[in-house]
């Protein structure tokens, strides 16, 4: 990468004289433009989280490679002693591991955040007239197209490798739209360490002792009818055993309206819960 | 033209604020004239940058309360975000990001429709001769191009009031000269303009009027005049010869000059504050007296200087005690003031 000291370019440098005609024209009080809407104000933070994607690609590895290896090596890893053959075990455990990824995913919200914070342009962004958490939910919509792009990478990999969801489009798209939506409102959680951390590498920290146990200790890998008693307790009260349970039935042409409701009050609680603690820090820092 | 408003930018009264067992804010009070600039003068850890960040409402205070235009910071915050702008002391620009990006995105964020934006931006970019640079990322731009697109991103809403953190500081000479003439140029268009510096020549050269700080207080208040004639308007650094004459040297020095003289670590240094408020004198007479005072004795002196009175010896005037908390600040301003 380039230094941040770059100064020359190939030509000689013209020297810049600011003109009090040019600045002048620049600070003419003119009519000012009303102020955004929270939509407008939120699209255009969701605009930066794009660019920034354009400028930095290498920030995609995570939404593409690592969900490929989280596929290949888990489905050949239990495939043959947990059922059958792998391409038996794909079929119950691709919407698991795909939930398992792009929830890990999530994280990058509250490290991106944190970075943010850190190099000072959230506080040009904070004082700004606009709505105020515009600016963190452009940036999770900006993380939402990562989730997306992440499951279809990982519904393609499971594709060839033999998925065949019963479900069909219908179903696949229904399951992928339930993970984005609960991922979106599970994102607050991170917005708020990132928040309240102090670097990037203790919201990373915090992201995995959350993450780790959250994704494993759940229905995505094994049924959880063969784990001791106090672990089914845990797995059923776990919101990914739920969003996995629905995501599954999705994408297999039913609906299961227990895991469903679960979901859907999970998600309304991270963002009622994680929204309000995220925005209270942002506001009072 | 309507939109500016006559009379106070700013009112702060009792301000304080602590972060742990710091005190970064003792009670500052801040009277801050609407249409000038105003500089708030003070070595690192002083609380020049918490208090702009509590008038910018980033930061709230723990007592006392500030108003903008007649808009109280902490519950009239928005009414306060709609009329400053803030260029921090780090880049507060993407850097990911272009520069014309940064001020697309700026303009939408204040309302610019897509057109709109975009041409605002390319205005901007011209006025700060950034218009070659448009599209590279920031994080690739020079030190000073990036403090301009900085300040361009802050006057993209043409704010009544735009804070300034120490705009100048780690930036080359010329880079240096051009904010100034930029700061001139938004001030002259009606926008108040407050400035913290650590050098007190960029304070004499821009404001209107400067406050002092230290440990979170102002602890003087005035116009560039005032407050330097209060510490004396320059200072005359001296080397000897010999260090055995450098007793007999200060002895002259206060008598018969009658002014403060300061013996410098090194045993064959000393500096005297002169054209002060009790001498008839400017400071080139006194200095001038004071080197033929010397060398009709039979002092050697061979290194002789005028210069302007430092931060430290503001500070040294003011409070009895120097700039300590940040050593390199002091050289700084050291170095900015000779």
């Known amino acids: 990468m380039s230094s941040d000291t770059a100064t020359s370019t190939g030509r000689a440098p013209t020297v810049y004289v600011p003109s009090a005609e040019a600045l002048g024209t620049i600070l003419a009080p003119g009519e000012r433009p009303r102020r955004p809407s929270p939509l407008a104000a939120s699209l255009a933070f969701s605009w930066r989280a794009l660019l920034k994607i354009k400028h930095v690609p290498e920030q995609l590895f995570d939404v593409t490679a690592f969900p490929i290896i989280m596929v290949l090596m888990f489905t050949y890893l239990f495939g043959g002693a947990l059922a059958d053959s792998p391409r038996e075990y794909l079929q119950f455990f691709l919407p698991g591991i795909m939930v398992t990824s ?34 963190l939910v452009g940036m999770i919509v900006g993380d939402v197209l990562r989730y997306v792009l992440a499951a279809t990478v990982i519904l393609t990999v499971g594709l060839v490798l033999g998925f065949r969801p019963d479900g069909g489009l219908l179903g696949v798209l229904a399951g992928i739209g339930l993970l984005v939506v609960f991922s979106f409102a599970f994102s607050w959680v991170w917005t708020f360490f990132g928040l309240i951390l102090r670097s990037e590498k203790s919201v990373m920290g915090v992201s995995m002792m959350v993450l780790f146990p959250l994704t494993f200790l759940s229905n995505v890998f094994v049924d959880p009818s063969t784990m001791p008693g106090w672990l089914q307790a845990f797995v059923q009260a776990n919101p990914i055993t739920h969003l996995v349970s629905s995501v599954r039935a999705a994408m297999a042409g039913t609906t299961d309206s227990t895991a469903l409701i679960w979901t859907f009050l999970w998600s309304a609680m991270f963002i009622v819960v994680f929204g309000t603690l995220t925005m209270y820090r942002y506001n009072r820092r | 033209m309507s939109r500016r408003t006559s009379g106070l930018a700013i009112e702060a009264e009792g301000l304080t604020r602590s972060f742990g067992e710091t005190h970064a804010l003792a009670g500052l009070d801040l009277t801050v004239p609407a249409g000038a600039v105003y500089g708030v003068l003070g070595p690192n850890g002083a609380g020049k940058t918490t208090a702009v960040r509590i008038l910018a409402t980033l930061l709230r205070p723990d007592g006392g309360q500030a108003r903008v235009f007649g808009h109280d910071v902490v519950t009239e915050a928005d009414a306060v975000r709609a009329r400053v702008s803030l260029t921090g002391q780090y880049a507060s620009v993407d850097e990911d990001l272009t520069g014309a990006e940064n001020l697309v995105l700026l303009g939408r964020l204040l309302g610019l429709r897509g057109p709109a934006a975009r041409q605002r931006a390319e205005q901007l970019l011209a006025a700060f001769g950034l218009t070659e640079a448009a599209g590279r990322q920031v994080k690739k731009y020079s030190g000073g191009m990036r403090r301009r697109i900085d300040i361009a991103a802050s006057i993209l809403n043409t704010p009544d009031l735009l804070f300034l953190d120490e705009p100048t500081t780690g930036l080359d000479p010329r880079s240096r000269n051009q904010v100034w003439e930029i700061v001139r140029a938004v001030v002259a268009h009606g926008t108040t303009v407050l400035l913290t510096t650590q050098y007190l020549d960029e304070a004499d050269k821009l404001a209107g009027r400067i406050a002092v700080i230290d440990h979170g207080r102002v602890i003087a208040e005035g116009t560039p005049g005032e407050l330097k004639s209060s510490v004396g308007s320059g200072t005359v650094h001296l080397r000897l010869r010999d ?25 064959v240094a000393l500096t005297a504050r002169v054209g002060g408020d009790g001498s008839d004198l400017d400071a080139g007479a006194q200095a001038a007296r004071a080197l033929g005072e010397l060398t009709s004795a039979g002092i050697v002196v061979d290194d002789f200087s005028l210069g302007q009175p430092s931060l430290d010896e503001v500070f040294l005037a003011l409070t009895d005690h120097p700039a300590v908390p940040a050593e390199d600040a002091r050289d700084e301003a050291l170095e900015a003031a000779r």
């Open chain 1, 102 to 135: 792009v929830v890990m995913i999530t994280m990058y919200t509250g490290v991106g955040l944190n970075t943010d914070i850190e190099k000072g342009v959230f506080d040009r962004f904070r004082t700004l007239p606009v709505w105020r958490p515009a600016a």
């Open chain 2, 243 to 267: 260090a055995a004459q450098r007793p007999e040297a200060e002895r002259l020095l206060r008598t018969v000059l009658d002014v403060p003289v300061q013996l410098e670590p090194d045993p």
